[in-house]
């Protein structure tokens, strides 16, 4: 029985028929299957500017297909504008937030599915968390990634390009003019970011998860066929329904393994290792994430190039095929036989697809003629990083894959953001930046400024940054981040000192520190834990029951008891 009519049929239920209709729903709405559409639709977010657009041709599909569509806000913050100041807390917190609020939606109003509007960094998966905590049949549907801006520094520019702008002017390498000029012209209309950063990364992959449709997370926002799609979407969740295909049906440890090996052949974002390690336990799967990125790193090869890897946007890697494109090379080491929100399996989708544009060899290749035979992300451990630490190989310079240098170390991004403009950031240094986790934060903040000032300023090809805290999709350069545990928490990040050295080694997988052992164990033995820099309010919460970015910073609430 469908679950809304536990509250919508029989005498006994009519305060619920009359509480709907004092909205204006009728009796035949009522008769129909309940479809939620959870709708991060707002005026801060550019990558969700147009979802009310989106949102009403999909309730169009959905009264198309004979359901009863009942629309609900969910929060959504732009990382963007979190950027490099407090807000940047809250980000990665957030999306605990959103999985939650979904879910008390869902249960409160008993939809018998949900359409899940949202197309921005922690957005995704914070939806895809609530779909495989709920378990009832859902499609998430971006709204699409914006178009590329006025050619700067060689490709099309983005808001991103404003900050590798602004360490180019604290350098006098360009004029005020050229500058000022990327303020009106590189964000030419709304949409997720134009760049593979992790806002499209997880639409991406959650077509490869089976949970978008065909081409959906990756669309232009601008485009007709966006909209198309929206009530494409809409009569297929009418068609979940009917069928029972629910969330937990997509979700699995097989469907997970595609999405990691889309991830590496395209160079994602290293924040999907958290992201996917989140959804996995939402499905409660038995995969461990980190173990995969790790293993199936060493034998998935990088396939596509998109900006920060190469000049070309997501826009342009929709027109070369997209993710429809890569499980169609990867076929043979992919499981094909998953189920996907269109009803059918992997392999009939990508047997089905039909490609509007020509292929595009430069952007995305052969199995045969890889970029690279290893994935674009990498996991390294060593010393410095007992758990884990994340790289991301595809996005920098091969002459950077052993990197040997001198720490330069800072306990907060600010620090190190001034430190650079400063220029007391020089060639071989390694920026550690640390007190950044998801505890210390807290939040797992991103150094995104830290990396593009270091781009700027000319230092981006004889540098590295490692740090406890987050990158974002957008940057490149020498970077490890995600570094476990975390110095809050007593990690060896925490005991580095100016002038230590510091091996980065991505063939080997390792980060290491060049001190004795016995001098780690002598710093550690002096280290003290410091105050939490949020004791109330959300954060106060967050910071004393987040996990940690190797098992993807979760809340874990076992800490509350």
């Known amino acids: 029985m469908e679950r809304s009519k536990k509250i919508l049929c029989g005498l006994q239920n009519q305060y619920y028929r009359a509480t709907w209709k004092s909205m204006g729903f009728s009796t035949d709405d009522l008769k129909r299957p309940m479809i939620g559409i959870a709708n991060a639709w707002s005026e801060c977010v550019p990558g969700h500017f147009n979802l009310r657009q989106v949102a009403q041709r999909v309730k169009d599909g959905i009264y198309r297909a004979g359901a009863t569509p009942v629309e609900f806000g969910v929060i959504g913050g732009c990382d963007g504008m979190g950027q490099g100041h407090d807000g940047m807390h809250y980000i990665l917190p957030s999306r605990e937030l959103i999985a939650n609020s979904i879910e008390s939606m869902a249960q409160i109003n008993l939809f018998d599915g949900i359409v899940l509007l949202g197309s921005c960094d922690k957005i995704v998966p914070g939806m895809l968390m609530a779909a495989a905590r709920l378990d009832i049949p859902c499609i998430l549907l971006p709204g699409g990634p914006m178009d590329g801006g006025i050619v700067f520094d060689g490709r099309q520019s983005d808001q991103t390009s404003s900050t590798e702008a ?10 005020e003019k050229e500058y000022t000029s990327l303020e009106n012209l590189s964000c030419p209309t709304c949409g ?50 009917e069928k029972n295909i629910t969330a937990r049906k997509i979700i699995t440890n097989e469907s997970i393994r595609n999405a990691i090996k889309t991830c590496l052949s395209m160079s994602g974002s290293t924040n999907a290792v958290m992201h996917l390690t989140a959804i996995a336990h939402e499905a409660e799967l038995n995969i461990n994430v980190l173990e995969e990125f790790d293993k199936l790193s060493r034998t998935t090869p990088q396939i596509a190039k998109i900006n920060p890897a190469s000049k070309y946007n997501m826009i342009d890697f929709y027109k070369a095929g997209g993710v429809s494109r890569l499980l169609d090379e990867m076929e043979n080491i992919i499981d ?26 430069e952007l995305i290749k052969t199995m045969e003629s890889p970029f690279g035979y290893q994935g674009g992300v990498a996991v390294l451990r060593g010393n410095i990083a007992p758990n884990t630490g ?16 001198e720490a330069i170390c800072f306990n907060s991004e600010e620090e190190a953001e001034e430190a650079i403009l400063n220029g007391e950031v020089r060639s071989g240094h390694v920026v550690v930046i640390r007190y950044e986790g998801p505890k210390g934060g807290p939040g797992m903040r991103e150094m995104y400024k830290a990396m593009k000032y270091l781009y700027g300023r000319g230092l981006s090809k004889s540098t590295a940054l490692i740090t406890d805290g987050r990158f974002s999709g957008t940057n490149n350069g020498c970077f490890v981040g995600h570094i476990s545990p975390e110095a809050a928490e007593g990690g060896p990040i925490a005991i580095i000192e100016d002038g230590d050295k510091i091996e980065i080694d991505v063939e080997n997988k390792m980060l290491n520190l060049m001190v004795s052992d016995n001098e780690i164990s002598l710093r550690l033995s002096k280290w003290k834990r410091p105050e939490p820099k949020f004791k109330r309010g959300y954060l106060g919460l967050y910071c004393k029951i987040a996990s940690s970015g190797a098992e993807g910073a979760i809340m874990n609430y076992d800490k509350l008891v």
Request: proline letters at 4%; glycine letters at 8%.
């Open 166 to 175: 602004y360490g180019m002017l604290t350098a006098k390498k360009i004029s």
């Open 192 to 241: 997720s970011c134009s760049y593979l950063g992790t806002a499209n990364t997880m639409c991406s992959l959650s077509e490869a998860l089976g949970m978008t449709l065909p081409d959906g997370g990756i669309i232009p926002a601008a485009s007709a066929a966006r909209l198309a799609i929206a009530e494409k979407t809409g009569i297929k969740i009418v068609e979940l329904i």
């Open 336 to 361: 094909t036989d998953q189920m996907t929100v269109t009803c059918h399996t992997v392999k009939e989708n990508v047997d089905n697809h039909i490609y509007q544009y020509p292929k595009n060899s």
């Open 390 to 405: 994340i790289t991301k190989p595809g996005a920098f310079d091969k002459n950077l894959h052993h990197f040997v240098g």
